[in-house]
């Protein structure tokens, strides 16, 4: 059982070096749009980037990307919506609130031409306060396929949450080091979150 490390900037920091306005409007991508809606989640556009097509490739069919308009960083965005799943009567929904974390690892194995990724498991609390979501996992790695063409490395997580959808963020540069401030702006960050469930109203109700 892999021990959960925090979610906090420090620990994000950490993992990559251990390897080694604006425009606020939602994006113009309608059947992006939909997953989202479809996902329960928000995405708001970072200041100072903006949306850069997908590319196909054998190895991650992701659904969104933005890029920084003068510094070499995208960003891809791949989400599995779980509301399909959870209506099959064959598909138990303890399964599919699972196995996110060996999909973040397949993935691994696929951009960096086989190699094994160290994930780090974030606290479900930290989780909760910065995307709405219950789980997640991080990792980094060197690039060596097809999906990471035209990049050096990738600082990598996927976030769930419970019966609603898994969302893997991507995060695509030559060296990390001199983009840090960028990578770890909260609104670079936390662009994609889920959307907050209401909290039941814990109001006493006055006796009859």
Do not use: W
């Not at 991508?29 to 708001?44: I, R, V, W």
């Not at 995208?74 to 064959?90: C, G, H, W």
């Amino acid at each position: 059982m892999r021990k959960p490390t925090a979610l906090s900037t420090a620990v994000f920091l950490c993992l990559l070096f251990l390897s080694c306005a604006a425009d606020a409007a939602q994006p113009k991508n309608n059947p992006f749009k939909k997953l989202l809606a479809d996902s329960g989640m928000t995405f708001t556009m970072p200041e100072g980037f903006k949306e850069v097509p997908v590319i196909e490739n054998g190895d991650v069919i992701y659904n969104y990307a933005i890029a920084h308009k003068e510094k070499k960083l995208e960003i891809r965005y791949m989400i599995e919506p779980l509301k399909d799943a959870l209506t099959d009567k064959n598909s138990p929904a303890a399964y599919e609130n699972a196995g996110y974390d060996s999909t973040l690892m397949t993935i691994c194995l696929n951009i960096t031409g086989g190699q094994l990724c160290n994930l780090q498991q974030f606290y479900h609390d930290d989780v909760m306060a910065e995307f709405n979501g219950d789980d997640g996992y991080t990792t980094f790695a060197p690039l060596n396929s097809e999906f990471g063409k035209g990049f050096e490395t990738s600082n990598f997580f996927v976030i769930h949450k419970n019966n609603t959808a898994n969302a893997y963020i991507f995060f695509m540069q030559d060296d990390p080091r001199p983009l840090l401030d960028l990578i770890t702006r909260d609104d670079v960050f936390h662009a994609l979150k889920f959307i907050e469930t209401p909290k039941p109203d814990s109001t006493p109700k006055p006796k009859r």
